[in-house]
């Protein structure tokens, strides 16, 4: 990997521990779906903070996900050509996501209901009769699959021939693009969740959130075609960044007009012909606009030199991903009987957490057999 371009590792552990975090903080209150809740969200300061925290988290780190995965496919495609560049994605998304489907979405789930009294067997032998699907965070896999077969038959259909492609540098687009584009995803998302609120899903994804996905993901590649990551500066973010902030403040309100104390996603936020749904759709792209530019511009100057700690982090970031549900779970459930504010057990079972998946990821991805596909 070139050297400009280390940041984006980085930029992955980041993100990668931000999920960590962000399910620890719906095991702690907030408004969320996850394995285990040790509190529910309420009232309380501490569960609307945490509340606030995983719905700023929502707008924009899954979607930057994407984006960076978008902004790598293309150079891969051209690379392998479609037979391989497919045969990779099915054994570095295909295999980690049949796994947590067979073993570790159970696992997960016995190790909440065993807690609750439940049992652990039990549970797994429900879900096996029930053949009831648990992909957790894996979802992400299950639809980067798509994502690269629906840029495959697209590139082949409409695209350039591989042989033929070439990057072409182009401006990065203008604030106003950047508007229309925010506005065109917000209504698209809340176009979707008319019919799809959040926190329905089908076929273990949760399409409300999609209109951002699809759109990020493709920019991504627009991106790698016409070098937008490189030529990004402050000028481009500058505007973005101050309204995200003013987005940020306008969400508290929102919430306390809105007359929850839930938080986005309850209460009229996850869907349908209300006023807290317009906003909430509209709200995330306006977040993820200002905190992506941020972002990549902060981990490209201060994150883009060598570093034998963000090499180590880096190369286990994807299996971290896919193992930190189960491990998140058990280190919550070993700290259920510690009597602290709920802000302290968040902080400390999120960073025990992500501490633990990523020395449990170590000798994983030093496996030959494991090494080429996590």
Same mark, same amino acid.
């Given at each position: 990997?070139?050297?400009?371009?280390?940041?984006?590792?980085?930029?992955?552990?980041?993100?990668?521990?931000?999920?960590? /975090?962000?399910?620890? !903080?719906? +095991?702690?209150? *907030?408004?969320? $779906?996850? &394995?285990?809740?040790? =509190?529910?969200?309420?009232?309380?300061?501490?569960?609307?903070?945490?509340?606030?925290?995983?719905?700023?988290?929502?707008?924009?780190?899954?979607?930057?996900?994407?984006?960076?995965?978008?902004?790598?496919?293309?150079?891969?495609?051209?690379?392998?050509?479609?037979?391989?560049?497919?045969?990779?994605?099915?054994?570095?998304?295909?295999?980690?996501?049949?796994?947590?489907?067979?073993?570790?979405?159970?696992?997960?789930?016995?190790?909440?209901?065993?807690?609750?009294?439940?049992?652990?067997?039990?549970?797994?032998?429900?879900?096996?009769?029930?053949?009831?699907?648990?992909?957790?965070?894996?979802?992400?896999?299950?639809?980067?699959?798509?994502?690269?077969?629906?840029?495959?038959?697209?590139?082949?259909?409409?695209?350039?021939? /591989?042989?033929?492609? !070439?990057? +072409?540098?182009? *401006?990065?687009? $203008?604030? &106003?693009?950047?508007? =229309?584009?925010?506005?065109?995803?917000?209504?698209?998302?809340?176009?979707?969740?008319?019919?799809?609120?959040?926190?329905?899903?089908?076929?273990?994804?949760?399409?409300?959130?999609?209109?951002?996905?699809?759109?990020?993901?493709?920019?991504?590649?627009?991106?790698?075609?016409?070098?937008?990551?490189?030529?990004?500066?402050?000028?481009?973010?500058?505007?973005?960044?101050?309204?995200?902030?003013?987005?940020?403040?306008?969400?508290?309100?929102?919430?306390?007009?809105?007359?929850?104390?839930?938080?986005?996603?309850?209460?009229?936020?996850?869907?349908?012909?209300?006023?807290?749904?317009?906003?909430?759709?509209?709200?995330?792209?306006?977040?993820?606009?200002?905190?992506?530019?941020?972002?990549?511009?902060?981990?490209?100057?201060?994150?883009?030199?060598?570093?034998?700690?963000?090499?180590?982090?880096?190369?286990?970031?994807?299996?971290?991903?896919?193992?930190?549900?189960?491990?998140?779970?058990?280190?919550?459930?070993?700290?259920?009987?510690?009597?602290?504010?709920?802000?302290?057990?968040?902080?400390?079972?999120?960073?025990?957490?992500?501490?633990?998946?990523?020395?449990?990821?170590?000798?994983?991805?030093?496996?030959?057999?494991?090494?080429?596909?996590?």
């Amino acid at each position: 990997m070139a050297i400009r371009e280390l940041y984006i590792d980085r930029l992955r552990v980041a993100l990668t521990a931000l999920v960590i /975090l962000h399910h620890t !903080a719906i +095991t702690y209150g *907030a408004s969320g $779906s996850w &394995f285990y809740n040790e =509190l529910r969200p309420s009232s309380a300061p501490s569960s609307l903070l945490l509340t606030l925290f995983a719905a700023t988290n929502q707008a924009y780190f899954m979607g930057f996900f994407f984006l960076l995965a978008g902004y790598f496919t293309p150079p891969s495609l051209e690379r392998k050509g479609y037979a391989r560049y497919l045969g990779d994605r099915l054994l570095r998304l295909g295999l980690p996501l049949l796994f947590f489907i067979l073993v570790l979405g159970p696992a997960t789930a016995g190790l909440a209901t065993w807690a609750q009294g439940d049992g652990f067997w039990p549970t797994i032998l429900w879900l096996w009769h029930h053949q009831r699907i648990i992909n957790g965070p894996l979802w992400f896999a299950q639809t980067l699959l798509l994502f690269a077969l629906a840029y495959c038959g697209g590139r082949a259909i409409f695209g350039a021939k /591989l042989e033929a492609s !070439a990057r +072409t540098v182009r *401006a990065v687009p $203008s604030g &106003f693009r950047w508007l =229309l584009a925010a506005l065109g995803v917000g209504v698209a998302a809340w176009a979707i969740r008319l019919g799809i609120p959040v926190g329905k899903n089908l076929f273990g994804l949760q399409l409300g959130y999609f209109a951002s996905y699809i759109f990020l993901f493709v920019l991504g590649t627009a991106a790698w075609r016409h070098d937008w990551l490189r030529q990004l500066t402050v000028r481009h973010a500058r505007p973005w960044i101050a309204v995200m902030i003013l987005a940020l403040l306008s969400l508290p309100v929102a919430l306390m007009l809105g007359d929850t104390h839930r938080g986005a996603g309850s209460s009229g936020f996850e869907g349908g012909l209300r006023w807290q749904a317009a906003f909430y759709a509209l709200w995330e792209p306006f977040i993820a606009w200002g905190a992506i530019a941020l972002l990549l511009l902060l981990f490209r100057r201060y994150g883009n030199r060598p570093s034998r700690l963000g090499d180590w982090l880096g190369r286990r970031a994807y299996a971290a991903y896919m193992l930190h549900a189960p491990v998140l779970v058990a280190v919550a459930l070993v700290l259920h009987g510690w009597s602290a504010p709920a802000l302290v057990k968040f902080a400390t079972t999120g960073l025990l957490a992500c501490a633990i998946t990523w020395l449990v990821a170590d000798p994983l991805v030093r496996l030959p057999g494991l090494r080429r596909v996590l």
